[in-house]
């Protein structure tokens, strides 16, 4: 399985970016997609995640930031509005299999279960 990520960027403070997730390979149907990031300096954390159980979102970007997929493409997309400079950080697209959205953002250190990762993406958020 291979995840392709792309879609980061500069941006000003409250504007909006998009990125974007393909997954190729054989990937079960009970699964998880979503969103980690990383800041300098600081652990990888939870963002957002889709699946067949719906979706969920880290409080810090709880009603500025929407998950979406379009499951013919195997694509996930995250567009991220009313950005601050806060949100500054790499952003990797992730991959658990046999697990939930839910999982994902309510699992203590689920960044150390993912199965698969893409390459991560700069989001720079300048004030």
């Known amino acids: 399985v291979q995840l392709q990520a792309s879609g980061g960027g500069l941006v000003q403070a409250g504007g909006s970016l998009r990125l974007s997730c393909t997954a190729s390979g054989s990937i079960s149907s009970f699964n998880a997609m979503g969103w980690y990031r990383q800041a300098p300096g600081k652990e990888r954390e939870f963002v957002a995640a889709?699946?067949?159980?719906?979706?969920y979102y880290g409080d810090s970007v709880k009603g500025r930031f929407t998950i979406s997929s379009d499951n013919a493409k195997s694509t996930v997309y995250l567009q991220m509005s009313s950005l601050k400079p806060e949100d500054t950080a790499v952003y990797y697209c992730?991959?658990?299999?046999?697990?939930?959205?839910?999982?994902?953002?309510?699992?203590?250190?689920?960044?150390?279960?993912?199965?698969?990762w893409g390459k991560g993406t700069l989001v720079t958020v300048s004030s």
């Open positions: 992730a991959l658990k299999e046999f697990t939930s959205a839910q999982a994902l953002g309510t699992s203590p250190s689920s960044q150390h279960a993912i199965d698969y």
């Open positions: 889709i699946s067949w159980s719906g979706v």
